[in-house]
C-alpha cells in the first residue's frame, strides 16, 4: 500500500501574517522585509479592542498594538516591546481659540469639555462630534491625522502622559520568521548575528585551484612556478686566456 507523500511545513509556504491599529504605518518594515525575505507577507488594519484577540486566535503570527506610556502590564501569555511614544493632540473645531497656539499645556484646558472617543464608538465619530463644538478630543497625533478634517484642527499637547506602539507576539510562537520581521522593526541589518537568518549555515565554499606551474619548472619541486633566476652577463662562461698566459 503506498504512502501519501509528505505536507510541506505550513510556515514555509503560508504568509506572514501581521495586523497592526490605526495610526500604525508598516510600509517601511513590509518593505525591507520584502527585500530580504522569499516568504509573502499580509498586514490588515484591525480596531484596538480587537487586536489582542486576533493575535491570540492565530490570524495574526504578530501585531502592532497601542499601550500605556507608563504602567503597562504585559499580558503573561505575550512576548511585547515598546518601540515609540506617540503625541497626544487635542481636538477642537477650527473657529476654536486654540487656533492661535501651536501647541498647549494640559493645565491650559482646565474648565474645557472633554470626550472620549470609546464612548462615542470610534475615533471618526469623536472627532465629527468635536467638529460641532460639544467638547474637546484628545488622542494621539497619527490616529488624529488618519481622520483629520477641514472642520477640525488638533494642536500638541504637553504635561500630558501619551501612548506608545509596541509589538506583541505570543510567548509559545516557534516560527523564526517571527523573530526575523521583529528584528527588521528594531532596525538590525540583514548581516546583524541577532537575525535568525544571518545564524543559518553558509554555503560551502568552492576551493580554489593551484595556478599552473610555469612553463619550464618541475611540476611540485622546489622553486616551482618560479621564474628562472637571471645570471650575470658572461656567467658560465670560461674565462679568455690573456696573450701569453699559461704558455711556456
Not at 470626550?115 to 465619530?125: F, H, T, W, Y
Amino acid at each position: 500500500m503506498s504512502q501519501a507523500p509528505p505536507q510541506p511545513s505550513s510556515t514555509a509556504h503560508s504568509p506572514l501574517k501581521i495586523a497592526y491599529v490605526p495610526g500604525v504605518t508598516p510600509g517601511k518594515w513590509i518593505s525591507r522585509w520584502n527585500e530580504r525575505r522569499g516568504r509573502a507577507l499580509d498586514a490588515a488594519q484591525v480596531e484596538e479592542d480587537r487586536i489582542l484577540a486576533v493575535l491570540r486566535s492565530r490570524e495574526a503570527d504578530l501585531v502592532f498594538l497601542r499601550i500605556p506610556e507608563e504602567g503597562f502590564e504585559r499580558p503573561a501569555d505575550l512576548h511585547a516591546i515598546p518601540l515609540y511614544r506617540e503625541q497626544p493632540v487635542v481636538a477642537a473645531p477650527k473657529d476654536h481659540p486654540l487656533a492661535a497656539f501651536d501647541e498647549v499645556h494640559l493645565a491650559d484646558l482646565s474648565g474645557e469639555s472633554f470626550l472620549d472617543a470609546v464612548e462615542l464608538g470610534s475615533p471618526a465619530m469623536a472627532l465629527e462630534v468635536a467638529a460641532s463644538g460639544a467638547g474637546l478630543l484628545i488622542l494621539p497625533m497619527s490616529v488624529a491625522r488618519l481622520h483629520s478634517r477641514r472642520d477640525v484642527i488638533t494642536r500638541p499637547v504637553q504635561g500630558m502622559e501619551g501612548s506608545r506602539i509596541a509589538v506583541a507576539w505570543l510567548q509559545e510562537t516557534e516560527d523564526q520568521d517571527v523573530d526575523e520581521f521583529i528584528g527588521i522593526v528594531r532596525g538590525r541589518t540583514a548581516n546583524s548575528s541577532r537575525q535568525p537568518s544571518s545564524r543559518q549555515e553558509p554555503a560551502k565554499k568552492t576551493a580554489r585551484k593551484a595556478p599552473a606551474p610555469a612553463a619550464g619548472s618541475k611540476a611540485g619541486g622546489k622553486g616551482a612556478g618560479r621564474p628562472a633566476r637571471q645570471g650575470k652577463p658572461g656567467a658560465g662562461r670560461t674565462p679568455r686566456r690573456k696573450p701569453g698566459k699559461g704558455r711556456a
